[in-house]
DNA sequence: TAGATTGTTAATCGATTAACAATC
DNA sequence: TAGATTGTTAATCGATTAACAATC
């Protein structure tokens, strides 16, 4: 029945993580109804543009009613795939990766954070946010056992050139990069999703500039 | 002379840090000149994109060689602002606090990181990363000596609510937002960049079961 | 000069907004 | 039923790509 045709574009997906909080506050708030128009005013967003990204997907709301904030909300955990449980892991336990591993829920996006692989033997062994921390060479073993899918890269560049074709000898498939090491351009059939965190500071440098104008 | 007319797109802008990067790479392997045709294989970009977008802000180029490495990139640092020094405080010496501070490096950006902020008394009169931490009460006194101009928000969302209005009162007008309070619908005149981690962990899910079609 | 490569205009493509008929 | 609001098509807008004349 899903067999959807037209592939979705990313713009379109790229705002499903904020719709998605911001119906979860919604329903927090014990709100079950929104119209689109009001969703808009909420988001500064257009009425407009909000129909048209749910629609990529499936009637979702009804005619003279608006959406369900329930509903609606269910239904873009479904398209994002946050409903399911992948088995993640993470690399680097530095300050970055203690930062990640106690300050991201995996479970509310999709993810099982499974274990945190270190080179430094002061940290091997001890635990993060629930979480155990192996040395990097288990990474192997480890993966044979359990399969996680994907990977939190919170290591400093200079390692991820060694360590990225490991993972995908491991049958990892998913990065999470919070390192330059520009792992799409160097492999085929994964997903990378980069976080970097400089170029965003770059990009309000310029904007303060224009502020100033 | 520099009075440029058209507003440039974010979509460029957001471009340029990536250039900068490849370009400080190249700078520093003892690369001088590069052809659009040659960065644009190196960035898996359209010779025409690169050169559409560098030609915003003006020639940069030289009909039938290329572009100059370094020039170009000291073009890019002063369209970015990054050469520049902005006076920056962060909120927030948590786990995340704590890996921006000593993983970021600011002065690149064209920030100065002044000080840290926090609530909790046992990290305030402590260092991080060479920055002395304070608590969160003296940010008024210490914005009216050293008037920084921006602000890396580290801290949990529901303080980001008391908070930011005491930082617009500061003169405060940048914010580097990892929290997923919406400052720019709050606002106006002001510059926010928001770094949503979890959110660019949703999109993986999604490209994630994507991949696995 | 000939070859290479830019700067720039024109063509294409995609994404957003507007409009309105369908319908709850 | 009348009013409201969606789903969806058409119009607009913006961004990317292609093409080529200018020129180093």
Redesign the interface.
């Known amino acids: 029945m899903n067999s959807e045709k037209k592939p979705v574009s ?1 713009a379109v ?2 705002r ?3 719709y ?2 911001y119906l979860a506050d919604l329903e927090r708030a014990g709100t079950t109804k929104i119209s689109s128009k009001e969703l808009a005013a909420l ?2 967003l257009t009425a407009s543009q909000i129909r048209q990204d749910l629609n990529y997907f499936g009637g979702f709301g009804q005619q003279g009613y608006g959406y369900n904030v329930s509903g609606l909300k269910t239904e873009i955990a479904s ?4 409903n ?1 449980s ?1 088995g993640m892991i993470q690399l680097g336990a ?3 990766g ?3 591993a ?5 479970a ?4 099982d954070l499974l274990a945190i692989f270190e080179v430094d033997p002061k940290l091997v062994g001890s635990h993060l946010g629930g979480h155990q921390i192996l040395h990097v060479d288990e990474i192997e073993a480890f993966c044979r056992q359990q399969h996680p ?2 990977v939190s890269l919170c290591i400093p560049e200079e390692a991820a050139e060694d360590l990225v074709p490991r993972l995908i000898a491991c049958g990892i ?4 990069n919070f390192t ?1 090491y ?1 792992i ?2 160097h492999y085929d ?5 980069n ?17 100033e104008q």
Chains 1, 2 share one sequence.
């Open positions: 990313l997906i790229r499903l993580p904020r998605y909080r988001m500064d398209i994002l795939g946050i399911q992948r530095g300050n970055l203690r930062a990640i106690s300050h991201i829920d995996f509310t996006s999709g993810f899918i994907a498939k998913s990065f999470l330059h520009d799409g351009i059939n994964i997903s990378v999703e976080v970097y965190i400089g170029d965003s500071l770059m990009t309000l440098a310029y904007k303060t500039a224009a502020l």
